[in-house]
């Protein structure tokens, strides 16, 4: 993999990433365009990220059969048409299904990204393309989060659209075709990929750490306006500090997954993840609520870059469907997380920080044997 290659990749990334993170904390502005409750346009994060855990799913077989070059450049489009769509909606339903359209062809994106690392990258150096591939897409959420507190939202969706249309062009030069194996490509192993013991364990891990971060996440930006009475500027400006401090996490874990084993990197994140959800439980004043944001962003990109690098070392056989149940898994289950906060969050802010702050402590103390066992069947793959 050339590092063009690696370059158009990053940016795709960025495009992609632009308004992810900006789209929750514009909830109260949406809400107040289109005249309806917070809670009922904070519907556009799951309507996002459920068909993009749905769609995942198809991207890692479909650059089997299709050459990954077109898959990506049709995707592109289609993207980058449905943002444009988003940014010149007439009414809230009109938004729902762009974002939907826009999980949909989004999500290809990550996959091939893994795939590529995965196949082309020797596995004492994945960390580093893993943490830096990451870590340009956090910095195009925190360009949008700061934009999204100084401009009308309705840009930051025509601005990826825009974006996305040049570099389509772009990547219909620059791209390099990716063909593979006829014969391998007929064959679809997600069943087989899950009778294996180390997909499963981290896929289930994947699942519940996606599930309560996004639980937490896609509400802070209506948490903020309900509890402190903020403004959108500011809204954003501490939305943003975790995908500051996420630019520097992505680079962090990858480093440390290198340095210090994919295990112990994992663990870092988690515990930094329960730190800042407890302490934000206690209503402090802004300056501290900023340091826990930071700390908030930093602990869910280290343990995101260690479970991406762990990816990178399962078996090749299953690199282009472990990829695809990544974007899947973490998607489908932060919709459904999202989802389910919101049921608590309508209830009560301190419930449903409690829930899933207690639900962090679960998982840093329980998933530690499935992580270890992980560790020592990966070790044995690569070894074979």
Not at 97 to 105: D, I, L, S, V
Request: proline content about 3%; hydrophobic content about 60%; glycine content about 8%.
């Amino acid at each position: 993999m050339s590092s063009l290659t690696f370059i158009i990749l990053c940016l795709e990334g960025a495009v992609l990433s632009f308004n992810v993170a900006a789209s929750a904390a514009l909830v109260p502005s949406i809400s107040a365009a289109f005249g309806v409750s917070p809670f009922f346009a904070g519907k556009i994060t799951w309507l996002y990220m459920l068909p993009y855990g749905i769609a995942a799913l198809i991207y890692g077989p479909l650059v089997k059969i299709f050459d990954a070059k077109k898959v990506e450049l049709v995707c592109l489009l289609l993207f980058s048409l449905a943002n444009l769509l988003a940014g010149l909606s007439e009414n809230i339903y009109t938004l729902f299904a762009a974002r939907f359209m826009m999980g949909f062809f989004g999500a290809s994106v990550i996959p091939l990204a893994l795939i590529l690392i995965a196949r082309h990258i020797k596995a004492q150096d994945r960390g580093k393309f893993v943490g830096v591939f990451f870590s340009a897409t956090f910095i195009a959420s925190l360009l949008g989060l700061v934009l999204s507190g100084v401009i009308n939202w309705r840009f930051i969706y025509i601005i990826p659209a825009v974006c996305g249309f040049v570099l389509l062009c772009f990547m219909y030069f620059a791209f390099p075709s990716f063909k593979e194996d006829r014969r391998a490509a007929s064959k679809i192993k997600y069943i087989a990929a899950f009778r294996n013991k180390a997909v499963l364990h981290i896929f289930t891990y994947i699942f519940a750490v996606s599930l309560v971060y996004h639980g937490v996440q896609q509400w802070l930006g209506v948490y903020f306006a309900k509890e402190y009475n903020l403004a959108q500027f500011l809204i954003s400006m501490l939305i943003m500090l975790t995908s500051l401090s996420g630019v520097f996490g992505e680079i962090l874990g990858g480093f440390f997954a290198d340095k210090l084993g994919r295990l112990k990197t994992v663990n870092i994140g988690i515990f930094l993840m329960i730190l800042a959800v407890f302490v934000l439980l206690l209503k402090l004043p802004l300056f501290i609520v900023s340091l826990l944001m930071a700390a908030w962003g930093l602990g869910w990109t280290v343990n995101h870059a260690g479970l991406s690098t762990m990816l990178t070392d399962l078996p090749q056989e299953f690199i282009n469907e472990s990829a695809s149940l990544n974007s899947s898994v973490r998607f489908i289950s932060g919709g459904l997380g999202t989802a389910l906060a919101g049921l608590l969050m309508q209830r009560s802010f301190i419930l449903g920080f409690s829930v899933f702050g207690a639900s962090l402590i679960l998982l840093f103390v329980f998933s530690r044997p499935f992580l270890n066992l992980f560790e020592r069947l990966a070790f044995i793959n690569r070894k074979e």
